[in-house]
């Protein structure tokens, strides 16, 4: 599977996001705010633990997060490089 519809899969499941399905959702769409699947502060906790649970990527500050988790692209390309797992 591709990395992308991986984490697309794995943050609809961890938010319990049923009613989106992973192909609805835009690799460039902003994850937060009004646009893309809009997601809030404590998602972003739950992402933060995705990472670390997932692919042994520990993020320490959260403004690093905010970019990380700017959409499915940006993030696909920073657990490609970050991965310990």
């Known amino acids: 599977m591709e990395l992308q519809e ?3 899969t794995k943050i609809l499941k961890a938010l319990n996001l049923e009613e989106i399905r992973p192909e ?3 690799d460039d769409a902003p994850l937060f705010g009004e646009e893309g699947i809009g997601l809030d502060s404590i998602d972003a906790l739950e ?3 995705l ?3 997932d692919y042994g990527i520990r993020i320490k500050d959260p403004k690093a997060g905010k970019e ?3 959409s499915i692209h940006v ?3 920073y657990v490609k490089a970050n991965r310990k797992k």
Request: charged letters at 45%; proline letters at 0%; glycine letters at 0%.
């Open 6 to 8: 991986e984490l697309k």
């Open 24 to 26: 609805d959702v835009d």
């Open 47 to 49: 992402l933060i633990v």
């Open 51 to 53: 990472l670390e649970k």
């Open 68 to 70: 990380i988790f700017k």
């Open 75 to 77: 993030m696909a390309d």
